[in-house]
């Protein structure tokens, strides 16, 4: 494992407890608010979200409510970029990878904004998730495809000094949190 690597793996364990620590107490609804807000601006694009695991923020009353599609993230396997398949509330949902839900049918689509979940974020818009790569995989596939835009979804309590990263890492364009949106 390499210096970078063993960054990442400790930065992670703090990440965990920081976002555990706040979870449950309340600052979905500000955040969700600030969500809703800055998606406003796309109109009805083709929205990926994402059904929350652990101790993540819940983005879905915010899907539910947008104007235009919304999909959700689909692994296909390890160190491929993700596939995303619509969803609506009604939905019905399976058992996929790593405890989330994936639509039991999968339309796939193409979103041009995300909303992305995250262990921790930086000022400098670089995000740490699980260690897939799934997210910086997939990010750089669709932004070689044409304009794509990653919002990154956290409570500030998520927030790093900084975030260990490589060169595969993908930057965020912006962060919500229940302190409002930070663009980058």
């Not at 339309?107 to 041009?112: G, Q």
């Not at 910086?136 to 260990?164: H, I, K, N, S, W």
Request: hydrophobic share 45%; with cysteine.
């Amino acid at each position: 494992m390499n210096s970078v690597d063993l960054s990442k793996t400790e930065a992670r364990k703090r990440a965990f407890a920081a976002r555990k620590a706040v979870f449950g107490t309340g600052l979905d609804a500000a955040a969700q608010a600030h969500l809703r807000a800055a998606l406003a601006e796309f109109g009805a694009v083709t929205v990926s979200g994402y059904l929350p695991i652990r101790t993540e923020i819940d983005p879905v009353p915010v899907m539910a409510s947008l104007p235009g599609p919304v999909c959700v993230p689909v692994i296909p396997g390890a160190g491929q970029p993700l596939n995303f398949h619509l969803w609506t509330p009604e939905t019905a949902l399976v058992d996929g990878p790593f405890g989330a839900k994936v639509p039991a049918e999968g339309i796939a689509v193409t979103p041009r904004v995300l909303i992305v979940p995250m262990l921790a974020f930086d000022k400098r818009g670089y995000r740490l998730g699980y260690g897939g790569g799934f997210y910086d995989r997939t990010l750089a596939r669709l932004r070689a495809a044409g304009p794509v835009t990653a919002l990154g979804f956290a409570f500030d309590a998520q927030e790093a000094y900084d975030v260990p990263i490589d060169a595969y890492d993908q930057p965020l364009d912006g962060i919500v949190t229940e302190g409002g949106l930070r663009r980058f």
